[in-house]
């Protein structure tokens, strides 16, 4: 008689909890845009949030430790002129996050330690260069200050937020509206999924599309794709009769599917959260009350299924907090934040050990905040693997570090035609409309310094007086 042999994993037993009631998120306004992104960004520091905002576009920011019911008048981040439709927080920055909107441009913002007295309305930078909504944003993993954008113009543009120009355009790669985009571990290459049904490999710094699928899902809803750790790609897309399906890819071998699995009938697009360090993978549907795991492994089927959390009220966004965020005293192996109408829900998934030392197994060296590269090295062509940090003794997020943006290429501002190498100002003459734009641009920050010293000057004497009637 033959005896079921059942899987190996130390991840079978992954569990997941929603935290109680006093460590939600209350009284937020969600955003109610129709768009497939994920409407929440989380790292080590903030909790950041799209929300409905009257008169153009906002998030909110909230200190991770800032539990419990949120103020109507708590300062939101308004700058955009129409809906936001995706946020990304900075990895090698805590305080500075991303944003991208319907009008067509992407935003940086420095977000303080302390919570602001009104909205933060002034960014660092802003980005313009593309001639449609901006839906996709995604920082480089290992290079300091690389931002990709995606949008409606069917543009990739990878920019150097630290000079406010466009390192890269890749504008005839697709002919349709780009789904998904997702860096692989180093940067080195794209995973691009678009309307037209395509899955794409691409080299941005050659502009070259390495390896495609058409239909790796055959059917006409969005497809998401990301790059596992073993360099295959995972992708969720749905069947020709409408199913919600799962795939795992070897783009070296694009014929066949390593994996193909059928899932369930609904409609909601399943976001994909992948897990490097424990190389599972979490699918959450917008409108769905769940969150289905995965371990992807070399062992067939490749895609082991591992449980599912389910809860009640359906998902509206998901935030996924990094490696580095998370409790390692509880085997804490993945935290969610989910977005409901009107509050945020974080969700615990642990593995239960009985005991309380630091487990090496979960918890392998993991990439930290520090980049490995500048921007113009990446762009040069070098690649490096991420920094790693260990967990052992818990991650300390640093103190608040200031992006510092030296304008560069200050006449040309369009995006230039087909992925090539920007000029920098050194190679640009200087010629005298640049110097007045200089003199101009050294006046007007003049003009914003002289503005701040008189309101510290006013903040100071409000705070003598304060002093003084306590007195």
């Given at each position: 008689?033959?005896?079921?042999?059942?899987?190996?994993?130390?991840?079978?037993?992954?569990?997941?909890?929603?935290?109680?009631?006093?460590?939600?998120?209350?009284?937020?306004?969600?955003?109610?845009?129709?768009?497939?992104?994920?409407?929440?960004?989380?790292?080590?520091?903030?909790?950041?949030?799209?929300?409905?905002?009257?008169?153009?576009?906002?998030?909110?920011?909230?200190?991770?430790?800032?539990?419990?019911?949120?103020?109507?008048?708590?300062?939101?981040?308004?700058?955009?002129?129409?809906?936001v439709l995706d946020i990304?927080?900075?990895?090698?920055?805590?305080?500075?996050?991303?944003?991208?909107?319907?009008?067509?441009?992407?935003?940086?913002?420095?977000?303080?330690?302390?919570?602001?007295?009104?909205?933060?309305?002034?960014?660092?930078?802003?980005?313009?260069?593309?001639?449609?909504?901006?839906?996709?944003?995604?920082?480089?993993?290992?290079?300091?200050?690389?931002?990709?954008?995606?949008?409606?113009?069917?543009?990739?543009?990878?920019?150097?937020?630290?000079?406010?120009?466009?390192?890269?355009?890749?504008?005839?790669?697709?002919?349709?509206?780009?789904?998904s985009v997702c860096w692989?571990?180093?940067?080195?290459?794209?995973?691009?999924?678009?309307?037209?049904?395509?899955?794409?490999?691409?080299?941005?710094?050659?502009?070259?599309?390495?390896?495609?699928?058409?239909?790796?899902?055959?059917?006409?809803?969005?497809?998401?794709?990301?790059?596992?750790?073993?360099?295959?790609?995972?992708?969720?897309?749905?069947?020709?009769?409408?199913?919600?399906?799962?795939?795992?890819?070897?783009?070296?071998?694009?014929?066949?599917?390593?994996?193909?699995?059928?899932?369930?009938?609904?409609?909601?697009?399943?976001?994909?959260?992948?897990?490097?360090?424990?190389?599972?993978?979490?699918?959450?549907?917008?409108?769905?009350?769940?969150?289905?795991?995965?371990?992807?492994?070399?062992?067939?089927?490749?895609?082991?299924?591992?449980?599912?959390?389910?809860?009640?009220?359906?998902?509206?966004?998901?935030?996924?907090?990094?490696?580095?965020?998370?409790?390692?005293?509880?085997?804490?192996?993945?935290?969610?934040?989910?977005?409901?109408?009107?509050?945020?829900?974080?969700?615990?998934?642990?593995?239960?050990?009985?005991?309380?030392?630091?487990?090496?197994?979960?918890?392998?060296?993991?990439?930290?905040?520090?980049?490995?590269?500048?921007?113009?090295?990446?762009?040069?062509?070098?690649?490096?693997?991420?920094?790693?940090?260990?967990?052992?003794?818990?991650?300390?997020?640093?103190?608040?570090?200031?992006?510092?943006?030296?304008?560069?290429?200050?006449?040309?501002?369009?995006?230039?035609?087909?992925?090539?190498?920007?000029?920098?100002?050194?190679?640009?003459?200087?010629?005298?409309?640049?110097?007045?734009?200089?003199?101009?641009?050294?006046?007007?920050?003049?003009?914003?310094?002289?503005?701040?010293?008189?309101?510290?000057?006013?903040?100071?004497?409000?705070?003598?007086?304060?002093?003084?009637?306590?007195?």
């Open positions: 008689m033959s005896r079921r042999v059942v899987r190996q994993s130390k991840f079978r037993h992954v569990f997941g909890q929603a935290a109680k009631a006093d460590q939600a998120y209350e009284d937020i306004r969600v955003s109610k845009v129709t768009w497939d992104s994920s409407f929440c960004a989380v790292n080590p520091k903030f909790l950041a949030i799209i929300v409905e905002a009257g008169g153009g576009g906002a998030f909110i920011v909230l200190p991770l430790a800032k539990t419990g019911r949120v103020d109507k008048n708590y300062p939101l981040v308004t700058g955009h002129t129409a809906p990304d927080w900075c990895p090698h920055n805590d305080n500075v996050i991303a944003s991208a909107s319907d009008d067509t441009t992407i935003m940086v913002w420095q977000i303080p330690d302390y919570t602001p007295m009104r909205n933060i309305t002034e960014p660092i930078i802003t980005l313009e260069g593309h001639s449609k909504r901006v839906g996709i944003l995604s920082w480089h993993p290992t290079a300091r200050n690389v931002l990709l954008s995606a949008g409606g113009d069917n543009v990739i543009i990878i920019w150097n937020v630290g000079t406010g120009e466009v390192l890269l355009s890749l504008d005839d790669m697709h002919p349709d509206v780009i789904h692989n571990s180093n940067g080195s290459l794209l995973a691009t999924t678009c309307k037209d049904k395509t899955l794409r490999i691409i080299n941005p710094r050659k502009g070259q599309v390495v390896a495609e699928r058409f239909a790796a899902h055959e059917g006409m809803r969005p497809m998401r794709a990301v790059f596992t750790r073993q360099g295959h790609i995972f992708t969720t897309g749905f069947t020709r009769m409408s199913q919600r399906e799962l795939g795992l890819w070897d783009p070296n071998n694009f014929e066949e599917p390593v994996a193909l699995q059928e899932m369930d009938t609904s409609n909601g697009v399943l976001l994909p959260f992948y897990d490097a360090d424990s190389s599972i993978v979490y699918l959450c549907g917008k409108g769905d009350s769940s969150i289905r795991y995965f371990e992807i492994t070399d062992e067939p089927p490749f895609v082991h299924y591992l449980n599912t959390f389910s809860s009640k009220e359906p998902q509206r966004g998901m935030g996924f907090m990094p490696k580095r965020g998370l409790d390692v005293s509880k085997c804490e192996i993945a935290r969610f934040y989910k977005l409901h109408e009107r509050k945020c829900e974080p969700i615990i998934m642990t593995v239960p050990r009985k005991s309380d030392l630091f487990q090496d197994d979960l918890y392998p060296d993991t990439p930290g905040p520090e980049p490995a590269l500048e921007a113009d090295e990446w762009l040069s062509g070098q690649d490096a693997e991420p920094v790693l940090i260990s967990l052992r003794d818990g991650y300390v997020p640093p103190k608040h570090r200031e992006l510092r943006v030296t304008k560069r290429n200050i006449l040309d501002v369009r995006p230039p035609s087909g992925p090539r190498r920007s000029q920098s100002a050194s190679d640009a003459p200087l010629s005298q409309h640049t110097l007045e734009t200089l003199l101009e641009e050294i006046k007007a920050l003049r003009e914003q310094v002289q503005a701040q010293e008189r309101r510290i000057t006013a903040l100071e004497n409000m705070l003598c007086e304060l002093v003084d009637g306590t007195d």
